[in-house]
Nanobody, 119 residues
Framework: QVQLVESGGGLVQPGGSLRLSCAAS????????MGWYRQAPGKQRELVAG???????NYADSVKGRFTISRDNAKNTVYLQMNSLNPEDTAVYYC?????????????WGQGTQVTVSS
């Protein structure tokens, strides 16, 4: 049974920081590309950041220079460090896992964690 459990969301003031964590179980973590997506009210879910099995990263333009994705393979955990948060970052953040060579692609999702940036 695959589980992705996110934590670390909450309410933060503009300019503040949060670190999200996603603990994975039921998968061979080192075989999976991990990612963080977000969905704001009335908007489509979008990719925020991804990290490959080899540690290569990619980011949405809107978060480059502010967010950092990392993974700890020993702990089966992926992190998203979010700095300089602004109200436009308010959304539910979802952890994602997929195997890069699997066709068709199959995605696993966490339950989501709310991030609210407001004064």
């Amino acid at each position: 049974q695959v589980q992705l459990v996110e934590s670390g969301g909450g309410l933060v003031q503009p300019g503040g920081s949060l670190r999200l964590s996603c603990a994975a179980s039921g998968i061979i973590f080192t075989l999976y590309t991990m990612g963080w997506y977000r969905q704001a009210p009335g908007k489509q879910r979008e990719l925020v950041a991804g990290i490959t099995t080899g540690g290569n990263t990619n980011y949405a333009d809107s978060v480059k220079g502010r967010f950092t994705i990392s993974r700890d393979n020993a702990k089966n955990t992926v992190y998203l460090q979010m700095n300089s948060l602004n109200p436009e970052d308010t959304a539910v953040y979802y952890c994602n896992a997929h195997q890069p060579l699997r066709v068709p692609r199959y995605d696993y999702w966490g339950q989501g964690t709310q991030v609210t940036v407001s004064s």
